[in-house]
C-alpha cells in the first residue's frame, strides 16, 4: 500500500517562510560585501540626513516647502491655458499643478461676465473661452490632474528628513549616505525604505537614464535576474518588465515609469514607477502587456507579481555631484518582526546604492567596457539621452522633442 503523507501549513507559517528566505537570500548576499561595523550598526529614532555635508543639504533648492512657492502672475487666462499645456508636454507636472491652481482662482474672480466685463475687455478674453480650452486640455481622462497629484506626494515624501510623527526611522547613517525605513500604518499604506545619499563623480543624466534600462538590471540591481522593456510614450515615460528569482521563489515586477521635469522650479528631477494595477487601460498605442512565463521553474514559495512602488529624485549639485534619493513603497504583513525589515532595509538598500554607483561613475569616464555607457550612446538613445541632458541644465522642452 502506497505511503500518503499530507502537509498543511497556516498563512501565517508561510509568511514566515516567505521572509525567512528573503532574509537568507539577503543576508547571506550582504555579508559577502558588507563590513562587520557596517552590519552591526544600531538603528536610531532620531537623526539629521548629511550631517557630513550640512552646507550642500542646506545650500539645496530641492526642499522648496509648498507654501513658500510664488503664484503664477496671470496676465491672460488663454495664454495662461496655453503655456499649461506646453508645461505638461514638458513633463513640468508641479510648474504644471501651480499655474492650473492659479488659473482655478482666477477663473472663478471673472465667473460673473457681467460683473467683471470691464476687466475681461481689458484682458482682451473672456473667462468662458479660456474655461473651454482649459476643459479641452483637461480632457483626457484627468491625466494631467493625477500627475500633478502624484509628483506633488513624491515630491514631498522623497524631501521628508526625519520629524515627530513621519514615522521614518533611521537605521544606517554614514557620511554621506542614510537608510531609513517606515512601517505601513493608518497614515501609510505600504512600508517604505528610503536611501539618501550624495554621489560624486558622476553625471546627473546618467543618472536617471540608468533606471530606465529594464534589460540591465541584471547588471547592478541585486536579485534582478532580468528584465524587458514594453514600450514607451516617449523619452519621459516607459513601462517595464523586471524579474527576480532565487532559489525560493520567482517574482514579476510590472513597472510604469513617468518622469516630471522639475529643474526650474526647485533643481531637481523625478521618477515615479507604479505596479500594475495602476497602468492606464488600454495600454499607449506601442506598449504591449507583461507577459508571464508559460511554465516557470517549480519554487518552494511560488511566484507572483511585485505591487512595488518606487520613487527617485535626482538633484545635481555641480557638474560632477548629485544627490540621489530612491524609496521604495510595499504591502508588506504587519506580522514580519521589525528586526528582520530593518536586517534587509539596512543591508539591501546600501547595496543598490553602491552598485548604482559604480555604474554612474563609469558611465561619467565614459568606459567602453560598461554597458550602460554603449546602450546611452546608441543611436536608437539619442533623442531619449538629448532630452535628459537638456532637462538636467535647465532647458527642458517637450518629451518627446527630438533636437
Not at 543639504?57 to 499645456?85: E, F, G, M, W, Y
Not at 514607477?273 to 508571464?292: K, N, Q
Request: with cysteine; glycine share 4%; charged share 20%.
Amino acid at each position: 500500500m502506497p505511503l500518503t503523507i499530507t502537509v498543511s501549513i497556516t498563512p501565517y507559517a508561510l509568511v514566515t517562510l516567505l521572509f525567512a528566505s528573503i532574509v537568507l537570500n539577503v543576508f547571506f548576499f550582504c555579508r559577502i560585501q558588507t563590513p562587520t561595523s557596517i552590519r552591526q550598526s544600531k538603528p536610531k529614532h532620531r537623526a539629521v540626513h548629511r550631517e557630513a555635508d550640512a552646507k550642500v543639504a542646506l545650500a539645496s533648492t530641492c526642499t522648496l516647502a509648498p507654501n513658500a512657492r510664488s503664484r503664477p502672475q496671470i496676465s491672460s487666462l488663454v495664454d495662461a491655458v496655453k503655456r499649461l499645456r506646453e508645461l505638461k508636454e514638458a513633463r513640468r507636472f508641479l510648474e504644471a499643478g501651480d499655474l492650473l491652481d492659479a488659473l482655478h482662482v482666477e477663473l472663478s474672480k471673472r465667473s460673473d461676465s457681467q460683473q467683471h466685463s470691464w476687466w475681461d475687455a481689458a484682458w482682451d478674453t473672456t473667462p468662458s473661452e479660456a474655461t473651454a480650452q482649459l476643459q479641452q486640455l483637461l480632457a483626457d481622462g484627468t491625466e494631467l490632474e493625477q500627475r500633478i497629484a502624484q509628483f506633488r506626494e513624491t515630491h514631498l515624501d522623497l524631501n521628508t528628513e526625519m520629524a515627530d510623527g513621519d514615522g521614518w526611522e533611521v537605521i544606517r547613517e554614514e557620511a554621506a549616505l542614510s537608510v531609513l525605513l517606515r512601517r505601513q500604518s493608518t497614515l501609510h499604506s505600504r512600508t517604505s525604505a528610503k536611501v539618501e545619499a550624495t554621489l560624486e563623480g558622476v553625471r546627473a543624466a546618467d543618472c536617471m537614464l540608468m533606471w530606465r534600462e529594464a534589460a540591465l538590471y541584471p547588471c547592478w540591481f541585486p536579485f534582478v535576474s532580468g528584465g524587458n522593456m514594453l514600450g514607451e510614450r516617449d523619452a519621459g515615460e516607459a513601462f517595464l518588465q523586471l524579474f527576480v528569482e532565487t532559489s525560493f521563489i520567482n517574482v514579476d515586477i510590472p513597472l510604469w515609469g513617468i518622469a516630471c521635469d522639475d529643474m526650474q522650479r526647485s533643481g531637481c528631477m523625478l521618477l515615479s514607477c507604479r505596479p500594475r494595477p495602476d497602468w492606464p487601460s488600454p495600454l499607449p498605442a506601442g506598449v504591449v502587456p507583461p507577459t508571464t512565463p508559460d511554465q516557470a521553474p517549480f519554487k518552494l514559495l511560488g511566484s507572483w507579481t511585485s505591487t512595488t512602488y518606487i520613487d527617485i529624485l535626482i538633484e545635481p549639485l555641480g557638474p560632477a555631484k548629485v544627490r540621489f534619493v530612491f524609496q521604495m513603497g510595499d504591502v508588506i504583513p504587519s506580522a514580519t518582526p521589525s528586526w528582520m525589515l530593518r536586517q534587509i532595509v539596512e543591508n539591501a538598500m546600501g547595496n543598490i546604492f553602491r552598485e548604482m554607483a559604480s555604474v554612474a561613475v563609469r558611465m561619467a569616464a565614459d568606459d567602453p567596457a560598461c554597458a550602460h555607457t554603449r546602450h546611452v550612446n546608441s543611436p536608437p538613445m539619442a533623442a531619449t539621452k538629448r532630452w535628459y541632458e537638456a532637462a538636467m541644465r535647465g532647458e527642458g522642452g517637450p518629451a518627446s522633442f527630438v533636437m
